[in-house]
Structures are given as C-alpha cells and as structure tokens.
C-alpha cells in the first residue's frame, strides 16, 4: 500500500513538472515577439498593416484606383512558414460608393470582393467585408498585386450627397498556417 502511493505521487509530480515545462518551452518558441507581423501591405512602397483610403475629393462620375501587394518576404528574407490572409474592407457606406477589390495577376484582374449591403455591420455600424483566405507558401518569395476601385456614381450628384462623410479602411489578417 506504501509503495503503490508513493508511486501515484512521485508519477503525478512528474507529470506536474514534465508539463510545466513542455508548456514553457512552446510559449516561448512562438515567432519572435508580441508584435511579429506575418504579412503586411505594401502601399506606394511603404510596409503597413491598415490601409486608410482617401476619398474627400471624389465626386459624382468619378472613381479612383489603389494599387497595394501582400507579400511574404521582405528584402531578401522570406517568411519561414505558409501564411494564410485575409482582407478586411471596412466603411460606414453613408455616401453611395461602388467598392470594388481585384486581384491582379499577368493574365488580367479577377474581381473577388464587391463591398456592399450584402455584408454585415459591426456594432460600431461599420459594413464589413471580407475577401476569402489567400495562402503564401514559405518555399519562395510571393507578391500578391491588388486594386481597389471606387467609383461614386454619377446618378448621385443631387445636393443631399454633397455633405455625406465616410472613409474606407483596408485591414489585413494574417496568421500561420497549421
């Protein structure tokens, strides 16, 4: 009876011990640190994570065009595992705005999101739309080419549209995958 409690107690400090440290050693080998960006934008050759759109000077029967990439290395260095991503298009779409993302490639562009009343709205009242998830393989480096289009069409030129404010906000989630 001795021996058998003894062996319960020394095997359940064991797996005590054994866990604790399993456990440390996963949370620390994590990416890096708290802030490791997985993928980001690059905007007019500039690395960001959010993508804020100007649209104050667009007017009935006017549109305008964003070019940005998501891309899996930077310089020479490429990302040591296969990311997945996500775009996040978010607006209040107060002013009647077509918003429209393609995905541009050599052989043309492919529209893959149309952000309108389809989607659902947050709970700050902003419309949400998400593209599908996009991969980057780690084995080479990858740029995915995007456009956003946004046209303000010309039927809403009456006076009512004039003094609308919104804006449009292009977010990225990325994360590795598993």
Request: charged share 25%.
């Amino acid at each position: 009876m001795k021996y058998k409690t003894l062996l319960i107690l020394s095997t359940l400090i064991l797996l005590i011990f054994g866990f604790g440290i399993t456990y440390s050693f996963f949370s620390t080998s994590k990416l890096g640190t708290i802030d490791q960006k997985v993928a980001t934008f690059i905007f007019n050759a500039e690395e960001v994570d959010k993508l804020n759109l100007p649209i104050l000077n667009l007017n009935p029967g006017e549109d305008s065009e964003y070019a940005f990439s998501v891309s899996n290395s930077k310089d020479t260095k490429i990302s040591n595992v296969t990311i997945e991503y996500q775009m996040i298009v978010k607006t209040y779409h107060l002013v009647p705005l077509t918003i429209e993302l393609y995905k541009v490639e050599e052989n043309g562009e492919s529209l893959i999101l149309t952000c309108d009343e389809t989607y659902s709205r947050n709970e700050s009242n902003e419309l949400i739309c998400n593209s599908n998830v996009e991969e980057l393989n780690y084995k080479e480096a990858k740029e995915n080419n995007y456009k956003l289009k946004v046209t303000f069409p010309s039927e809403y030129s009456d006076k009512m549209y004039s003094n609308l404010v919104d804006y449009i906000n292009i977010e990225i989630k990325s994360w590795q995958k598993t």
